[in-house]
Structure formats: C-alpha cells, structure tokens
C-alpha cells in the first residue's frame, strides 16, 4: 500500500466519517462508552452558551395562556407531562435523554457578573478568579496522548472559559466557525528551516531566560508555543473540521455556525477533549423578545437535538455531559418594548448525558410570575452535580495564588438528577 | 487613480532606494538633536517622593530592588507604552548619538511631540469612555471621538478639562465629538427608552473611568465590599435624568429621573445627589455641569487618582492597582498612587507632565530582571519591572516596525501609513483583541502564537522584498556582524549577548542555506520570541 498523503488521509477520513483519524485514545474512549451502563463518571462536558439571557419562557419552561406568556404556546414532548416552548420540536424529540431544572436561582443581574457566576459556578470575587467548569475538568482529569487543546471554545464571546486560580494554562482555547480547518495552523516552509527556527526560538529564550526564568515560565509563551507547534503537526487537529463530515450528519445538525459548532464539539470530545463551550448569542432581549428567540430557536433546536441524539447513536452520551444555559432568565413582566428584562432568580437550564437522568424537571415557576419558584436550584448546586457525574470531588480545596483556600463548588449536587439511588 | 496609484508607487520606491542605506550603520556625521523640557523644582521634588515610598515599602518587605536598565531597555518601554510600537533602528541610531545622561529625557520628549503618541494614547482612554464596540449606528461616531479625543491630547489641554467637556457639551454627535460619550448609550432598539442616553449607563461610566470605582453593580444591591448604597448609585444616575437627545443633538431637557422598583414595580423619583464630598459640588446650574464639577474638582478624592493609575496603566501595561476601575477593592494602594495624584492635581491636570514623572521615577527605570527571580513578589511590589503581554496593536505595530528600517509615523508616506493601518486591523482581529478591560493581565494564548509563526503579516514582513529589514541587511551589512547588530536593534532593541552572537554567527555560516533565508530565519525566531511579545 502507498504511504499516505496528506489527500489520501483526506479523502479516506471523508468518507469513513472521521473514524481513520482518531487516535488509539478515541478509540478507547469510543469503546469505554459503549459500556457505558457501568456507571463509571462522564469524561467530557459541552456547553452551550446561549449568550445575553435566554427568556425561560420561550425555551424551557412555557407558561402557554397566562398573562406573562405573551402568546408562547407550548408543544408535548417525547416524556409524558413535560412541555417545551414551540419552536423547540426536535428537542422535544429528545426529552427522554434531557432533564430540566427550572428553579435556577442566582443574585448577579449584569452580563459580566452573571457570565462569571453560571460559568464557575461563583459570585465574582476581586480577591481571586475562580476557574471555568472546562477549566476544573481538564485539571483534575489529564488527558496524555491529546494533541490539540483540551479545553476549547467555539465562536467564542465575550467572556470565554477561564482556568483563573488554577493558571491561564487551563483557558479555553478560542476558534470560530469550524467550516474548513483551523487557521495558520499549516507552516509556509520546509521542514529543516522549520527546525532552524525553532532552534533559534530556544537560543533567544535562554537568553531572556537569565535572572527572569521564572517569570518567563509563566508568561506561558513557550508552553503555547509547545502546545502550537504539537497541534500544527498532529492528525487530531482534524477534529475540529466539520467538512469531513457527512452531509445527512451536517443538516442535522443544522447548516449555521453554531450547529457546526456543536458538531465540532462532538468530534473532539472523541478525540479526547475535556470541554467544549459552543457559544449562541443574541438572547439579550430586552425588546422585541418573541421574534428574537423563535429566530434563535431555529438554530438552536436542530444543533441541540442533533447534538444529543448524535452522542447517544455513537455511544458517547454516558460520558459526555451536554449543557444548555446562559447567564440568567428573563422577566415574566413583558416591557412596553414588546421585551423582557435580566432575571436571576427564577430562569431554565437544560442537561443531559453523563450518566444524569434524563426526562426528569427539577423545581417549578410561578404561572403568573410573582411567587418565588418551589425547589430552588442554587448554582452552586448545580455545578456541584456536574462535578460529582464528572467523578470529580467538588469539595477538594485548593488553594489560590495569594493562599486562600477555595472548594471547587459550595453547593450540595441534586440527587435526583445523579440517579445513583435507582 | 490608477495612474495616480502608478505614480505613488514609483515615488515611493526612488524614496525608498535612497533611503535605503541610511540607519543601517551607526552614521558619523554627528548630527545634535536636542530641546529637553528643564524639569522644575517640585517636579523632582515628586519624583524624589514616590522613588522614597517604593523604597520604604520595598525596605519593610525585605525585597531587593532590581538595578537600573540600561537606556535603550527603557526608551522601548516608552515606545510601547506611548506610540503603541518599537523604536526603529533609525530612531535608535539617532539616540545613541547623544549623550548617555540625555537619551531618556531627549526620548520622551520625542515621543510626546510624536502624533502617534496622541492616537495610541487617545485610543486608550477611548476605551474607558465609549468601549471598544461600535455602537448605536445613527448616533455614535466612535472614530471621530477618538480623533477629538487624540487632538486634545495632541496639545496636552489639561485633563480635567476633556473630561468636563465629556460630561457636560451639548450639541451633535457628528459636529461635536465629545457628545459621543453620551450619544453611545443609547439603545435604538429600546422603544421604551425612545432614542435617549441611558442614565444608568452614564453613571456607570463616569464613577468607573473617571473614578475608579465600580459604583455599576450598586445597580442591583448594594456594593458587596464597599460602602456604597443602592441609592447612591440611583442619586448619581439622576444627573443625567434631564440629557435629552433630538434634532440639535444633546442638550439638557427637565423632568424627574424616575428608577422601577424591582420588587414593586413600582416607579419612584430619585433625586440628584452624591454619596461623598457633597461640599465640593456646585448648588446651582443644569445638572451635568454640576456632576462635572464636582468629579474634576481639584478635592475630589478619587479623580486624580484614578487618572494616574490609569496613566500609569498605560505606560507600564499594568496599572498600580488591579483592577484599574476599581480603586476601592480591597488593598491597601501603594503610597505612589497618592503622591502622584496630588501633583497631577494641584499641577493643572496636565497629562504630559504625569507621564515624564511616571517615566523618570525609578520603579519604571528599573530593570525587569530581579537578583533572585523571586517571581510575582518583586513584580506585585514594583521591586523590579513587570513582564507584560503586549496588546495585539502593540505587536502588529512592533512586527511593522521591525521590518522596516526606517521610522513609520506621521511624517511616513500615506502608502506606507495606510498599509500599517489595514494590516495592523486585519492582525489585531486574528490575534484576538483585548477588548475594553485590556490592562487585565494574562498569559499568552495558543491562537496568536499560531498566527505569529505562520499567519500572513510575520510571513510578508519575514520574507525578501526591497523595503523589508531582512532584504536590507542581507544586501547592506558587511559582515555577519553587522547583520546581526542590525537584525537584534531592529526588533528586540538590544544587541545579542555572547552566547547569542555565537550561535547566530554559526548558523549564517551554514552554506547549505542561502544568505537570505538565513537572515529570515533569524529574523522570524526574533519576532517570535518571548522577549518580543511581552514588555519587560
């Protein structure tokens, strides 16, 4: 057999739907999944950030009639007794393997804030930065034989995942629409000037190094370099190209950055990623608020769904985690803009995968929107039930860079959802 | 036009030809370039303090300062933190002409009468003021406030003095630059707002860039580590409860600033009020004069403050107290911070006189090389100068630099400026810019050490053509030796050390690559470097 060319990979990976590719990793995971039913933790975690506040009444948790509804119908849904707003029919499809939590309380009404404390799982802290979920997770559950970052961000917004206390190493690494490879990662040169180069690079930096060596380290320019020139070189850096996928799997998904996105993600938790945050904005809707999310929901349902339904035809869903959340709610009040205003206390996630039961709905709201919601939901809580499905110990304390001690959550995981009890 | 374009081209290289030996050798003509400001008494008397407070803190910690850098480590920090790019090798050249006392204060003066100095600078503080998006399309011009902002600056019009013009001008956003600090809240989306600023928006920006405080997240609750109330917040957003915008622009309307209740939803008037040093503010007059007066008001506590720390931000890519708007967490500031303040205050507000104290006093002369590495400590203390990640314009305008022997400014050829403009957006972009909180410090990122060493800006600047540094060198230097000097000043502003010289002498040996790519080569590993992308 003729050695492989970059074009026979190319077209052979094409057609065996990315399978060539991975790694003797991915493969392993691939198979650890399918025997999911062991009960063993999840592995990996995808997050969907629907970014600037997406209205719980139009997504997750319809109030169809009431005077806050506005005229947001609800449709069934694959799981008796759950309703989804319409607009959301593939999700619905899919209810059996998602569960909701509708009580989601939080105290942070700005952007910034709220990004920080659903993204970390803490208030912000001008004493200390805490780290991102993806951030804990590549930490506390290495990878060796990954090439390509581990923690990734797909069309990134303005606040990506970050690794604060536990350093800038463990920060998202930022990419956009996955359509075609990843920019500047091919070199212009033959290999040997390549390698002069680089030998120049260490020459320079041991130089710099002198009387700042430890500095240096931690501007972590070298470690990026490290890691750039391991993923310019490695195959798995195909996991982030969705051209190689089948069309069928691409419509499903759906043709927009974000369904893209989301089949990215999933391509590269194969390959061994810990966590994928795919970003969706334009849920800020403090006018205008019906039209803006049906036509968000029209990219979201599809990627969403696919997504889900994708991990758990290919036997990845046990171990993969799936997120679906923003920063806060939005008022039941509609304001004369036709919009609804930041609302912290009382708003919607969706998760799925990991070993979390699906089809289950944590807490409930208030149909006329003046009563607090029942089971509240704190997000403390529910970063300490993703951590305890990732098999991570969620009150292991660490400790900050000026010697505070800090847990990875404070709050207390919702066994309902773990389903370790039944 | 296109023959118009031929023409320019043309010129642009007999230009360049003639050009084109000069710099690259020391010159022996012994040209002066001179005119220092004489510092006055109390001038020094300010530098001698905030050198005393450093030293006293550093003495009571037990930490070693580092030893002074020399000149030419000094005069690139300058370049970075006033122009946003290196210097040259011609401007190199020309400092080194001077005497060694006089290098430093020549070189500030320099770039202070430098209008790149005006537009880095105003882009900065731009920032603070309206962000770093575009905003509401029909009411805000962002690029002409920036070049209002960068004219004021231009003729160092005392700061106190913008900023009221920001708070109180009236006027169209198109006629009047400075109404764009008002105009850029509005939200034309809003219907409920009906095409007005956002008084809350407003106060926010003030308290945080003016002030250095984070008054905003009053908004919701009351400040969760500072004595600030709810209403304190509400009080100071009611100046701008009378700012209306119509047909002749901003101006001041009347009525009553109302804020809804989040529990009853109820609407209540609030009345203008400030929380602190209520004596300082005038009695009388339209409501954002008032406001204006009493921030810029010579004893407002936090104004100058704030200033300085911004300023100091800006020169040193690291303020001396984290975050840079928020003043009152929860440290204790180093006793600079005050000692600065008040001589920007009593002194006039004068900006260019704030960045030649901040220049000359010791903590910004002082190399980033400590005795003992002992890491973040000395640097948190200022013992020894912080390693800085560059901002992505910062790089894009040292990679242009670099590879161009001549000084890009000003006085360049429009070709030449224009074509540093579109490749200096299109890198930022792909580099990821830093954004409004740009003085927020971090490590580098794996996307911007990719486009570095294979993107389309290193690559062009790397490779052989007749205005690109590598050419230059590889036809003009006489020796490897030269070359070298020539290649190290041109981007890392230094010369290389032994161990330096000895491995590049040996690899422009290797005959098995040609000349030319050899001398890319080296100029490609020196742009990609540690020491190249991060202030030291």
Same mark, same amino acid.
């Given at each position: 057999m003729e050695p492989l060319g970059r074009r026979a990979l190319f077209c052979r990976a094409a057609t065996l739907a990315g399978s060539t590719w991975l790694g003797p990793l991915a493969k392993h995971l691939a198979q650890a999944a399918e025997s999911d039913r062991t009960g063993a933790p999840a592995r990996s975690v995808i997050v969907l950030w629907l970014a600037g506040g997406p209205?719980?009444?139009?997504?997750?948790?319809?109030?169809?009639?009431?005077?806050?509804?506005? $005229?947001?119908?609800?449709?069934?849904?694959?799981?008796?007794?759950?309703?989804?707003?319409?607009?959301?029919?593939?999700?619905?499809?899919?209810?059996?393997?998602?569960?909701?939590?509708?009580?989601?309380?939080?105290?942070?009404?700005?952007?910034?804030?709220?990004?920080?404390?659903?993204?970390?799982?803490?208030?912000?802290?001008?004493t200390v930065t805490h780290p991102s979920l993806g951030s804990v997770a590549c930490r506390e559950l290495p990878v060796e034989s990954c090439e390509i970052p581990r923690h990734v961000s797909i069309?990134?917004?303005?606040?990506? $995942?970050?690794?604060?206390?536990?350093?800038?190493?463990?920060?998202?690494?930022?990419?956009?629409?996955?359509?075609?490879?990843?920019?500047?990662?091919?070199?212009?040169?033959?290999?040997?000037?390549?390698q002069a180069r680089v030998n120049h690079l260490g020459a320079l930096d041991r130089s710099f190094g002198k009387g700042r060596e430890k500095r240096v380290e931690e501007t972590l320019h070298r470690e990026t370099m490290r890691s750039a020139l391991r993923m310019m070189t490695s195959e798995q850096?195909?996991?982030?190209?969705?051209?190689?996928?089948?069309?069928?799997?691409?419509?499903?998904?759906?043709?927009?950055?974000?369904?893209?996105?989301?089949?990215?993600?999933?391509?590269?938790?194969?390959?061994?990623?810990?966590?994928?945050?795919?970003?969706?904005?334009?849920?800020?809707?403090?006018?205008?608020?019906?039209?803006?999310?049906?036509?968000?929901?029209?990219?979201?349902?599809?990627?969403?769904? $696919?997504?889900?339904?994708?991990?758990?035809?290919?036997?990845?869903?046990?171990?993969?985690?799936?997120?679906?959340?923003g920063e806060f709610g939005r008022t039941p009040a509609i304001n004369p803009a036709g919009g609804r205003d930041h609302w912290p206390g009382g708003f919607s996630i969706a998760v799925a995968g990991g070993g979390i039961r699906g089809g289950r709905v944590v807490g409930?709201?208030?149909?006329?929107?003046?009563?607090?919601?029942?089971?509240?939901?704190?997000?403390?809580?529910?970063?300490?039930?993703?951590?305890?499905?990732?098999?991570?110990?969620?009150?292991?304390?660490?400790?900050?860079?000026?010697?505070?001690?800090?847990?990875?959550?404070?709050?207390?995981?919702?066994?309902?959802?773990? $389903?370790?009890?039944? | 036009m296109a023959l118009l374009k031929n023409i320019l081209f043309v010129a642009l290289i007999l230009a360049g030809l003639a050009a084109m030996g000069a710099s690259l050798v020391p010159s022996k003509s012994g040209r002066r370039v001179a005119v220092v400001a004489s510092p006055d008494g109390e001038f020094k008397e300010t530098v001698t303090k905030v050198d005393e407070a450093f030293a006293t803190a550093w003495a009571r910690d037990g930490i070693q300062p580092a030893l002074p850098a020399d000149a030419l480590t000094v005069a690139r920090r300058l370049s970075l933190g006033l122009t946003g790019t290196i210097p040259s090798l011609e401007e190199i050249r020309k400092l080194e002409e001077l005497p060694e006392g006089d290098r430093l204060d020549w070189w500030i003066s320099?770039?202070?009468?430098?209008?790149?100095?005006?537009?880095?600078?105003?882009?900065?503080?731009?920032?603070?003021?309206?962000?770093?998006?575009?905003?509401?399309?029909?009411?805000?011009?962002?690029?002409?406030?920036?070049?209002?902002?960068?004219?004021?600056?231009?003729?160092?019009?005392?700061?106190?003095?913008?900023?009221?013009?920001?708070?109180?001008?009236?006027?169209?956003?198109?006629?009047?630059?400075?109404?764009?600090?008002?105009?850029?809240?509005?939200?034309?989306?809003?219907?409920?707002?009906?095409?007005?600023?956002?008084?809350?928006?407003?106060?926010?920006r003030v308290t945080r860039a003016f002030l250095g405080i984070r008054l905003d997240c009053a908004q919701c609750h009351d400040h969760p580590f500072a004595d600030w109330k709810q209403g304190d917040f509400e009080g100071f957003a009611a100046f701008f409860g009378q700012t209306r915008v119509g047909f002749r622009g901003v101006h001041d309307g009347s009525g009553e600033f109302k804020v809804q209740d989040r529990k009853t939803r109820e609407y209540r008037v609030v009345e203008p009020r400030v929380a602190r040093a209520a004596d300082l503010l005038p009695v009388d007059g339209p409501l954002r004069r008032r406001l204006a007066t009493w921030v810029t008001h010579q004893g407002n506590p936090w104004f100058a403050k704030a200033t300085v720390n911004r300023v100091w931000a800006i020169l040193c890519g690291q303020p001396l107290v984290t975050p840079i708007d928020n003043l009152e967490a929860f440290e204790s500031p180093p006793e600079a911070l005050a000692i600065l303040a008040d001589d920007f205050a009593r002194n006039g507000h004068d900006l260019a006189r704030l960045i030649r104290i901040i220049a000359s006093t010791r903590a910004f002369r002082h190399e980033s090389i400590s005795r003992l590495d002992s890491s973040q400590k000395a640097e948190k203390t200022w013992a020894s100068f912080p390693l800085t990640r560059l901002r992505p314009e910062q790089v894009a305008g040292s990679v242009i630099q670099a590879a161009s022997i001549s000084t890009i400014d000003a006085e360049s050829h429009l070709v030449t400026r224009l074509m540093r403009f579109g490749e200096q957006n299109d890198f930022v972009k792909r580099y990821g810019d830093s954004g409004d909180d740009e003085f927020d410090g971090r490590g580098g990122t794996i996307p911007q050490r990719l486009v570095m060493?294979?993107?389309?800006?290193?690559?062009?600047?790397?490779?052989?053509?007749?205005?690109?540094?590598?050419?230059?060198?590889e036809w003009l230097a006489g020796n490897d030796e030269s070359a070298l000097e020539a290649l190290f000043l041109a981007t890392l502003t230094r010369r290389p050390d032994t161990e330096e010289r000895d491995h590049f002498t040996r690899s422009l040996a290797d005959r098995t690559v040609g000349r030319g790519h050899g001398i890319q080569d080296i100029f490609w590993a020196l742009v990609n470097s540690t020491e190249f992308s991060w202030n030291h």
């Open positions: 209205s719980q009444l139009e997504t997750f948790d319809p109030h169809p009639g009431s005077r806050i509804a506005g $005229g947001t119908r609800h449709i069934p849904t694959a799981v008796k007794d759950i309703f989804l707003a319409e607009g959301l029919e593939r999700v619905a499809e899919q209810m059996g393997s998602i569960s909701l939590i509708r009580s989601m309380m939080s105290r942070e009404g700005d952007h910034e804030r709220g990004t920080y404390n659903l993204k970390t799982g803490f208030r912000p802290d001008p069309l990134h917004s303005q606040w990506p $995942g970050r690794g604060g206390y536990l350093g800038d190493a463990f920060d998202a690494f930022l990419t956009g629409d996955p359509l075609g490879p990843v920019p500047d990662t091919r070199s212009y040169l033959v290999p040997a000037r390549d850096l195909k996991a982030f190209d969705v051209s190689l996928e089948p069309l069928a799997i691409r419509r499903m998904y759906g043709e927009t950055p974000f369904g893209r996105g989301c089949l990215a993600a999933r391509r590269l938790i194969e390959t061994g990623v810990r966590c994928v945050e795919v970003n969706l904005a334009g849920w800020d809707t403090h006018a205008n608020n019906h039209q803006l999310v049906a036509n968000n929901l029209k990219v979201l349902d599809p990627a969403f769904a $696919g997504l889900v339904r994708d991990l758990r035809e290919r036997g990845l869903l046990g171990r993969t985690i799936v997120i679906c959340m409930e709201t208030d149909p006329e929107g003046k009563k607090e919601p029942a089971s509240q939901v704190q997000v403390g809580g529910l970063f300490a039930t993703i951590f305890t499905a990732l098999g991570i110990d969620y009150q292991k304390v660490n400790q900050t860079p000026i010697g505070r001690t800090v847990r990875f959550s404070e709050g207390m995981p919702l066994e309902s959802l773990l $389903g370790r009890n039944g | 320099h770039l202070l009468h430098d209008r790149r100095y005006a537009d880095f600078v105003a882009e900065r503080f731009a920032r603070a003021f309206v962000g770093t998006e575009n905003g509401p399309f029909i009411f805000f011009r962002r690029r002409k406030f920036v070049l209002w902002l960068a004219a004021e600056i231009a003729r160092n019009r005392p700061y106190d003095q913008i900023v009221r013009d920001l708070i109180t001008t009236e006027g169209l956003w198109t006629d009047k630059p400075a109404t764009n600090f008002i105009t850029v809240t509005i939200e034309p989306d809003n219907k409920e707002k009906q095409n007005q600023p956002d008084p809350v928006r407003l106060a926010g060493m294979n993107g389309k800006l290193v690559q062009e600047k790397t490779m052989g053509g007749p205005f690109n540094t590598t050419t230059r060198v």
